[in-house]
C-alpha cells in the first residue's frame, strides 16, 4: 500500500525507513544482510492520521479590571472535522504581569491533562471526538507588573499527531487606574525640634505647628499642633520603577535663627501604594523658642 525510498541500519539493531509516498497499513521490506544474498524481510505497519478540523474561542468574564485582580477566562475549542483528535494542546499566550492561578483549570470532558506554564500557558493531551467541543477554564491574576491600558491573550489549539492547528483566538481585559489604595502614594511626615541634631524625631522632641510645607506639583501644606501633615491621591509614578517627589519648608514659616537638621527640600522615592514619610529636623540656637511657640 506504498513505498519506501529508503532503508537505514543504525548499527545498533534499529533500523528507520524513509517513506516514498504516503501509506496506511503494512508493508513488506526486503534487505540484505552483512553484503550477503541472504534476504530477510520484515512486516512495517504505518498509521495515517487524517486532517483535523479545529475552531478555538477565547472570552474573559469581565473587560475591565486593577491591579490584584482574579480574571476568569472561558476557552472552547471545536472539531469540525470528521476525524477525531487524539493529542490537542491549547497554547495560551498570557500578557506580561499576569500569572496562571495554579490548579483553576476546568475541563468539561474531564480528560486528564497536562499543564505546563512559563511564558505560555499550555493545556496538553486534549481529546476531541469529531463533531466535539470542549470547554476550558482557568485564572490569571493580575500582579503589580502590568501597566495600564488593554492586555491581549490569545489561545490556539494544535493536533500534534498532524500539525494541523485552530484560529487564533483573543480576548482583552483593559486595566483601569481607580483604585488609590494600589495605583496611588499617601506622603506623611513630621516637622520637629532635633535637640540632640541626630535627624531622627526622639520622645522628647516635639512637632512644630504651623510649618508651611511646598511641593513641586504646588501643594502648599501646614502642620498641625503636634508638627504632623499628609497628603493623600499622590500619583506614584510607573509600578516597575515609582517616581521622585520633592518636599520643600518654608523657612519664613520658621522661627527666626532656626537651623535645618535634615536637608530642605527632601526629595525621596514615591511607588505606587506604598506610605513614604518625610520628616524634617529643625534645631534652635535659643531653647527658649520652643517655649514661645507652645503657648
Same mark, same amino acid.
Given at each position: ?9 543504525? &548499527? ?7 517513506? /516514498?509516498?504516503?501509506?496506511? /497499513?503494512? @508493508?513488506? @521490506? ?35 479590571? *486593577? ?18 483528535? &487524539? ?7 498570557? +500578557? ?27 493545556? &496538553?493531551?486534549? *481529546? ?62 513630621? @516637622?520637629? &525640634? ?14 512644630? +505647628? ?17 508638627? %504632623? ?13 515609582? %517616581? ?11 522661627? *527666626? ?10 526629595? %525621596? %522615592?514615591?511607588?505606587?501604594?506604598? +506610605? ?20
Amino acid at each position: 500500500t506504498g513505498t519506501i525510498d529508503s532503508f537505514v541500519h543504525h &548499527n545498533n539493531g534499529t533500523y528507520s525507513a524513509n517513506l /516514498g509516498s504516503t501509506v496506511a /497499513g503494512n @508493508v513488506t @521490506v526486503g534487505f540484505s544482510v552483512n553484503a550477503t544474498n541472504s534476504t530477510l524481510t520484515g512486516i512495517v505497519e504505518f498509521v495515517s492520521y487524517e486532517k483535523t478540523i479545529l475552531v478555538a474561542t477565547l472570552s474573559t468574564s469581565t473587560k475591565k479590571a *486593577k491591579i490584584g485582580d482574579l480574571i476568569k477566562y472561558t476557552a472552547t475549542i471545536e472539531n469540525i472535522g470528521s476525524f477525531a483528535a &487524539n493529542n490537542v494542546t491549547l497554547s495560551n499566550v498570557i +500578557p506580561f504581569g499576569f500569572s496562571y492561578v495554579e490548579k483553576s483549570i476546568y475541563i468539561s470532558n474531564n480528560i486528564s491533562s497536562n499543564i505546563t506554564w512559563d511564558k505560555t500557558l499550555d493545556i &496538553n493531551n486534549l *481529546k476531541l471526538a469529531p463533531g466535539e467541543k470542549i470547554e476550558i477554564v482557568y485564572l490569571l491574576r493580575i500582579g503589580a507588573g502590568a501597566k495600564h491600558g488593554t492586555h491581549i491573550t490569545t489561545a490556539t489549539a494544535y493536533n500534534n499527531q498532524t500539525s494541523d492547528r485552530s484560529n487564533t483566538a483573543s480576548a482583552s481585559v483593559e486595566i483601569t487606574a481607580d483604585d488609590p489604595m494600589l495605583d496611588e502614594s499617601l506622603i506623611i511626615g513630621t @516637622v520637629f &525640634n532635633d535637640k540632640n541634631g541626630n535627624m531622627i524625631q526622639d520622645e522628647d522632641e516635639e512637632g512644630l +505647628p504651623g510649618v508651611r510645607i511646598f511641593t513641586v506639583e504646588g501643594y502648599i501644606i501646614t502642620t498641625d499642633k503636634y508638627g %504632623r501633615f499628609h497628603l493623600l491621591n499622590i500619583k506614584g509614578g510607573e509600578w516597575s520603577r515609582g %517616581r521622585n517627589f520633592m518636599m520643600k519648608i518654608d523657612p519664613l514659616s520658621l522661627p *527666626k535663627g532656626s537651623q535645618f537638621t535634615t536637608a530642605n527640600p527632601l526629595v %525621596r %522615592r514615591i511607588t505606587p501604594g506604598i +506610605p513614604v514619610r518625610f520628616d524634617f529636623g529643625i534645631k534652635f540656637a535659643d531653647v527658649d523658642v520652643m517655649r514661645g511657640i507652645q503657648k
